[in-house]
């Protein structure tokens, strides 16, 4: 890590989090033993390059230990995958349905956007 405020957030997972079924809250992941997140931070817009390629080198370096999932929290603006990696296959897909009718422009999308689902396809999941 550089001398920074960067931070490698390393958490213990599992524990009581895995003992709540996977459809009970749209958290994937629940059944991985850690939770590993680059925390780069930097003030200089000249570091921009470096501090972010240091932050993916080091998860790249992690990526054969990784389960594919992600923690919602700890997503930036990574693509639609990501965010569905965060909530796991089937909650997303719920999600994304239930947010069809109430939000099918997406006008609450400055987080981790869930896409709301196509018409037929939120018919379908109801």
């Known amino acids: 890590?550089?001398?920074?405020?960067?931070?490698?957030?390393?958490?213990?997972?599992?524990?009581?989090?895995?003992r709540v079924a996977r459809d009970s809250s749209p958290v994937a992941?629940?059944?991985?033993?850690?939770v590993v997140h680059p925390l780069m931070m930097w003030d200089d817009p000249a570091a921009d390059a470096r501090m972010t390629g240091l932050g993916r080198a080091l998860r790249d370096d992690v990526q054969p230990y990784a389960t594919g999932e992600a923690y919602g929290n700890f997503i930036g603006d990574e693509g639609d995958a990501r965010v569905r990696a965060g909530f796991g296959a089937a909650n997303h897909d719920r999600l994304a349905a239930?947010?069809?009718?109430?939000?099918?422009?997406?006008l609450f999308h400055a987080n981790?956007?869930?896409?709301?689902?196509?018409?037929?396809?939120?018919?379908?999941?109801?």
């Open 1 to 18: 890590m550089p001398a920074s405020p960067s931070q490698l957030f390393i958490a213990a997972w599992g524990g009581e989090i895995a």
């Open 29 to 34: 992941g629940r059944d991985t033993r850690y």
């Open 98 to 106: 239930l947010k069809a009718p109430w939000d099918p422009g997406s």
């Open 112 to 126: 981790q956007n869930v896409r709301p689902a196509p018409a037929q396809e939120a018919r379908r999941a109801a």
